[in-house]
């Protein structure tokens, strides 16, 4: 429904930071629960973050206190900052958009987001 474009991803070393940013095509976004997943090779696809439409966030614990989720609603736009990275942190990450609007809180399941982007690739290097 949405059309997500994910853009930021490349190769940075352990302790390095990087700044990922997911834009849509159109302006209902800014009213929609956007998360944003990673897959690593061998893995399932993991909830990394999320955040509604009023800014309401969720964090997996593995990258709670590392990782920042926010919107930029002027660029259309939702961002993740990501700090003090880590190997285990490599994967192609994924943002995702709900298919309604003004939901209160952040699904951490993959079929509660209709709307998904290519992906970027985030490798952490030691």
């Known amino acids: 429904q949405v059309q997500l474009v994910e853009s930021g991803g490349g190769l940075v070393q352990a302790g390095g930071s990087l700044g990922l940013s997911c834009a849509a095509s159109?302006?209902?976004?800014?009213?929609?629960?956007v998360g944003w997943f990673r897959q690593a090779p061998g893995k399932g696809r993991e909830f990394v973050a999320g955040?509604?439409?009023?800014?309401?966030?969720t964090y997996a614990e593995s990258v709670k206190g590392r990782f920042t989720i926010s919107r930029d609603n002027a660029k259309n736009a939702v961002l993740l900052q990501m700090n003090s990275l880590i190997p285990e942190d490599t994967a192609v990450y994924y943002c995702?958009?709900?298919?309604?609007?003004?939901?209160?809180?952040?699904?951490?399941?993959?079929?509660?987001?209709?709307?998904w982007g290519q992906g970027t690739q985030v490798t952490v290097s030691s």
């Open positions: 995702a958009a709900g298919g309604g609007a003004y939901s209160p809180l952040v699904s951490t399941f993959p079929n509660d987001f209709p709307s």
């Open positions: 159109e302006r209902t976004f800014s009213s929609r629960t």
């Open positions: 955040i509604t439409w009023k800014s309401r966030t």
